[in-house]
């Protein structure tokens, strides 16, 4: 029934909140939204989406070939997705708003080395307010690999449907036995929300993402829902052509949020019904007064608890305070300084990398992190 996930209190508001999305495209994030809706989790979170099954993002190095270095990273890039996409609808009821960060906002985290697949750590930062724009660099030093990419969004409503075009991209660098390194570049998927009208979003992947080696590997992954092709939702099909070829070798196909086969074997090529590992970080008394979870603790709590009067106070508090910075920082010509990433007007890398398989845009921006700490990550260990 239309507004069925609406508590009856909200339902008017939620409507409000429908309309004003149906008006508008940009930055969804600066839209007021009823509280059953709000999530306790800020978007700096996000990135530690990449590394929850870790052992699988490990074995990227392991892989001995170039071809097994492009399935590894595949099957890696594959077994996020649930979580990215789905993981909200498990843990809070439905797809929900994150908290926009604030300019400056860092998230901090690890993941231990257990059975030699070496530690994993995450550094997160928000380099941007206005449009929001969350970067992030995951490392596993004693495997050699770098992930690192930022992440925006340009909203449109379309169909009764949110649409979210990801705005940035992701590198991760391998470094090989012989020292060389290996890049990929990992193109992002289109979003849709749907649900609105019920009251319960949820996210559909639409479209095509791409994952480019610099060795010529390509993977093409497709994504489709209900109804299409295998008329089930989060249905996907990849594909791994070889370099300077447009014929397959490899053909995989199956749902991203629980397991997809390699076609041409039959066995299973993906699995995640199990157990993920979420990401460590350290106590709130330990972290930065600009580590998210200190940041939003209090809001955090109110939404949790449903007190919104308190959410909402505590969020204005920060936003006030934010707000105050910015006039300070004006009026003394000194503007707010990047913690840990500096901007750079084009990636060298992402250039050569999307020209190979003649993706778009020709160019992007990034991020770049830069080794030396302005703080020390809390979680650091
Ligand atoms: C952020 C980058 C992650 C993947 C990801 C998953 C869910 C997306 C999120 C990104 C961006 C913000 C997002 C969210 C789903 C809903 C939310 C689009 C792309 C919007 C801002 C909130 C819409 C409000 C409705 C739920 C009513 O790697």
């Given at each position: 029934?239309?507004?069925?996930?609406?508590?009856t209190?909200?339902?008017?508001?939620?409507?409000?909140?429908?309309k004003?999305?149906a008006?508008f495209?940009?930055d969804?994030?600066?839209?007021?939204?009823?509280?059953f809706i709000l999530?306790?989790?800020?978007?700096?979170?996000f990135?530690?989406?990449?590394?929850?099954?870790?052992?699988?993002?490990?074995?990227?190095?392991d892989a001995q070939?170039?071809?097994?270095?492009?399935?590894a990273?595949l099957k890696?890039?594959i077994?996020?997705?649930?979580g990215?996409?789905?993981?909200?609808?498990?843990k809070?009821g439905s797809?929900k708003?994150?908290?926009n960060?604030v300019?400056?906002?860092?998230?901090?985290?690890?993941?231990?080395?257990?059975?030699?697949r070496?530690q994993?750590?995450?550094?997160?930062?928000?380099?941007?307010h206005?449009?929001?724009?969350?970067?992030?660099?995951?490392?596993n030093?004693?495997k050699?690999l770098?992930l690192q990419g930022h992440?925006?969004?340009k909203t449109?409503?379309s169909g009764g449907s949110?649409?979210?075009?990801?705005?940035?991209?992701?590198?991760?660098t391998?470094d090989l036995?012989?020292g060389g390194?290996e890049e990929?570049?990992i193109?992002l998927?289109?979003?849709r929300?749907?649900?609105l009208?019920?009251?319960?979003?949820y996210?559909?992947?639409?479209e095509t993402s791409?994952?480019?080696?610099?060795?010529?590997?390509?993977s093409?992954?497709?994504?489709?829902?209900?109804?299409?092709?295998?008329?089930?939702?989060?249905?996907?099909?990849a594909?791994?052509?070889p370099?300077e070829?447009?014929t397959?070798v490899k053909?995989?196909e199956g749902v991203?949020?629980?397991t997809?086969?390699?076609l041409?074997?039959g066995e299973?090529?993906?699995d995640?019904?199990?157990?993920k590992?979420?990401v460590?970080?350290g106590p709130?008394e330990n972290?930065?007064e600009f580590?998210?979870?200190r940041?939003?603790?209090?809001?955090?709590?109110?939404i949790?608890e449903?007190?919104y009067?308190?959410?909402?106070?505590e969020?204005?508090?920060i936003e006030?305070e934010q707000?105050?910075r910015?006039r300070?920082?004006?009026a003394a010509g000194?503007?707010w300084?990047r913690?840990?990433?500096?901007?750079?007007?084009s990636?060298?890398?992402?250039?050569?990398l999307?020209k190979?398989?003649?993706?778009s845009p020709?160019t992007?921006?990034?991020?770049?992190?830069?080794?030396n700490y302005?703080?020390?990550?809390?979680?650091?260990?």
């Amino acid at each position: 029934l239309p507004g069925e996930g609406v508590p009856t209190a909200q339902k008017s508001s939620w409507t409000t909140f429908l309309k004003s999305i149906a008006s508008f495209s940009g930055d969804l994030s600066s839209l007021t939204a009823p509280p059953f809706i709000l999530s306790p989790i800020s978007l700096t979170e996000f990135p530690a989406y990449w590394c929850e099954r870790p052992a699988l993002f490990a074995a990227i190095a392991d892989a001995q070939t170039e071809q097994d270095r492009s399935i590894a990273v595949l099957k890696w890039f594959i077994s996020t997705l649930k979580g990215q996409y789905t993981s909200r609808n498990e843990k809070l009821g439905s797809e929900k708003k994150p908290l926009n960060p604030v300019l400056g906002e860092l998230f901090y985290g690890f993941w231990p080395d257990v059975d030699g697949r070496g530690q994993t750590n995450l550094v997160v930062e928000q380099v941007s307010h206005h449009p929001p724009i969350t970067a992030y660099y995951l490392s596993n030093p004693s495997k050699g690999l770098v992930l690192q990419g930022h992440s925006a969004q340009k909203t449109s409503f379309s169909g009764g449907s949110i649409i979210v075009k990801q705005i940035g991209h992701a590198i991760l660098t391998v470094d090989l036995p012989d020292g060389g390194k290996e890049e990929f570049l990992i193109t992002l998927p289109r979003l849709r929300i749907d649900g609105l009208w019920y009251g319960s979003p949820y996210i559909e992947l639409t479209e095509t993402s791409y994952i480019q080696s610099s060795t010529g590997w390509l993977s093409t992954i497709e994504y489709k829902g209900k109804g299409y092709f295998s008329g089930r939702s989060h249905s996907f099909k990849a594909v791994l052509t070889p370099p300077e070829s447009t014929t397959p070798v490899k053909r995989y196909e199956g749902v991203w949020h629980e397991t997809s086969k390699d076609l041409d074997t039959g066995e299973t090529f993906t699995d995640v019904t199990s157990i993920k590992e979420e990401v460590t970080v350290g106590p709130i008394e330990n972290m930065h007064e600009f580590e998210s979870r200190r940041l939003w603790q209090h809001v955090a709590r109110g939404i949790r608890e449903g007190d919104y009067e308190t959410a909402s106070k505590e969020k204005s508090k920060i936003e006030n305070e934010q707000r105050q910075r910015r006039r300070d920082e004006q009026a003394a010509g000194t503007p707010w300084k990047r913690w840990h990433f500096e901007h750079i007007e084009s990636d060298p890398v992402y250039e050569r990398l999307v020209k190979m398989f003649n993706g778009s845009p020709p160019t992007e921006d990034t991020y770049v992190y830069q080794h030396n700490y302005d703080v020390t990550p809390s979680a650091a260990s």
